[in-house]
């Protein structure tokens, strides 16, 4: 099913998807009752609008079209908060520091998350609720599955995948966009719009140092620059142009983003998955298998999800039964727990009382066991490898690919908490080759796999 992206920035609107022809793109000016300032006024006219644009270059996109929003840096905020484990529980410091650094802006009027990318640095992503409840309203009024809505700025360091600090300079649809990255996060964003003043390099350049010292005792000089070519830095700066997938065929002009999308979208589930997709900001009732077609998202949206068969366009509810109990809870709170530990007792049962009765344990296979497997020690092939030795005992891998931090000497084995049965046979197939294995069980439930393996140094005989 192809995936569609949108994008609206200045009062232009823009939808895209890729085919076996290639890429299929249109776009429209919208009026200021529509769209104006960068917001969206009248989310029912703006689907119209969206609708005719994909009419116009696929008359059956309907029944074989997803929808993905491409969110502007200027509506999200991005910060990295540091905790002290001597300070007590993460979530509360987390909390405490936000209160000081979102200017202007209450927790409560927030969509968001914080996940883990390194020992005591957090990545925090926050939405208002208002501008992400009107994506939502969007596909309702197009009646689209809703896939995602992703901040492109958050992209660009996985695009990369360079760990070390960074400036990523981008032009967009008449605007400058700064932003300051590390360990494949974002902690700082400046956006200027060159249609409402003056722009000037002097100016851009202000941005750029400013991005360069924020927070840091040593200034940033890796660049990273998307449009701009005249663009001069001077030495100071370590400057490389990003070439985009695809950015040469003929129609990509003024859709590069929508094609790093695309190719960010194919590349890995994890893009949809994570908290990069603000879908999974959310807070989820129960949802059951034989429920309407429709469900409310949030008793905030006020708004049904016709989404036909991907309820709430939340990917990972597509075929799961979530029960009653801790998940709801989970589910309804606001959303501070971390996603990347945050776990519930899925299809867990109290043991039984009486032991003449209890049921045996069903029998664990390695095939039913789904693996993804993550390059943490920058060993070129290790995660291939591993891939090979564990598919070859009967496991089911489903993905490979670079862990966002690498460098480690341990091998980390992430299991759902469902899935720690598997922790002993694992263990077992695993220790003759990896010599430091640390064990957890807080994989995210809503992953796709039941186990992460993120490999370290610390092997032999591969």
């Known amino acids: 099913m192809p995936n569609v992206v949108l994008s609206a920035v200045g009062n232009i609107l823009k939808v895209s998807f890729i085919d076996d022809a290639g890429l299929k793109e249109a776009s429209i000016e919208l009026q200021p009752e529509i769209f104006q300032d960068d917001k969206i006024i009248d989310t029912k006219k703006f689907a119209?609008?969206?609708g005719g644009l994909l009419l116009s270059i696929d008359d059956k996109y309907k029944k074989r079209t997803v929808l993905n929003f491409l969110v502007s840096p200027e509506d999200v905020i991005l910060k990295f908060v540091t905790v002290n484990k001597r300070d007590g529980e993460a979530d509360t410091q987390i909390l405490s520091e936000l209160a000081k650094v979102l200017e202007g802006v209450k927790l409560e009027e927030l969509y968001y998350s914080h996940s883990k990318i390194a020992p005591f640095v957090y990545q925090f992503i926050g939405i208002r609720k208002e501008i992400l409840e009107k994506y939502v309203e969007i596909a309702n009024f197009m009646q689209l599955p809703l896939n995602s809505a992703i901040p492109w700025i958050l992209l660009l360091p996985r695009y990369v995948n360079v760990?070390?600090?960074?400036?990523?300079?981008?032009?967009?649809?008449?605007?400058d966009v700064v932003a300051a990255s590390e360990l494949n996060g974002v902690f700082y964003v400046d956006v200027a719009d060159r249609?409402?003043?003056?722009?000037?390099?002097?100016?851009?350049?202000?941005?750029?140092?400013?991005?360069s010292v924020y927070k840091k005792t040593t200034p940033i000089t890796k660049v990273f620059l998307l449009g701009n070519e005249t663009l001069n830095l001077g030495s100071d700066f370590e400057v490389t142009k990003l070439i985009?997938?695809?950015?040469?065929?003929?129609?990509?002009?003024?859709?590069?983003l929508h094609l790093l999308y695309h190719y960010m979208l194919d590349l890995t589930r994890d893009t949809v998955e994570?908290?990069?997709?603000?879908?999974?900001?959310?807070?989820?009732?129960?949802?059951y298998k034989k429920s309407p077609v429709g469900v409310y998202v949030a008793s905030s949206l006020g708004v049904l999800l016709l989404v036909g068969g991907i309820v709430g366009g939340l990917m990972f509810l597509k075929t799961r039964n979530v029960p009653q109990g801790n998940q709801v809870a989970q589910n309804t709170k606001p959303a501070t727990a971390v996603l990347s530990e945050t776990t519930a007792n899925v299809g867990q049962t109290a043991p039984s009382q009486n032991p003449i009765t209890e049921e045996k344990k069903p029998e664990l296979k390695r095939e039913d066991l789904k693996i993804r497997i993550e390059n943490g020690a920058n060993i070129t092939g290790i995660a291939a490898k591993t891939r090979d030795l564990l598919q070859k005992l009967g496991y089911t891998v489903t993905g490979v690919g670079n862990a966002d931090v690498v460098g480690r000497q341990n091998t980390l084995l992430k299991f759902k908490k469902d899935k720690t049965d598997y922790k002993e046979m694992v263990l077992k197939d695993?220790?003759?080759?990896?010599?430091?294995?640390?064990?957890?069980?807080?994989?995210?439930?809503?992953?796709?796999?039941?186990?992460?393996?993120?490999?370290?140094?610390?092997?032999?005989?591969?």
């Open 195 to 211: 249609k409402s003043r003056e722009k000037t390099t002097k100016e851009l350049q202000k941005m750029i140092e400013e991005a």
């Open 274 to 287: 994570s908290q990069t997709n603000l879908l999974n900001l959310l807070p989820v009732p129960v949802v």
């Open 430 to 462: 695993m220790e003759k080759n990896y010599l430091d294995i640390v064990v957890q069980d807080d994989l995210d439930v809503k992953s796709a796999h039941d186990l992460l393996i993120v490999i370290g140094t610390n092997v032999k005989g591969l």
């Open 244 to 256: 985009v997938p695809n950015g040469n065929l003929e129609n990509a002009k003024g859709y590069e």
């Open 163 to 175: 760990n070390e600090p960074s400036i990523f300079i981008c032009e967009f649809d008449g605007h």
């Open 48 to 50: 119209e609008a969206a």
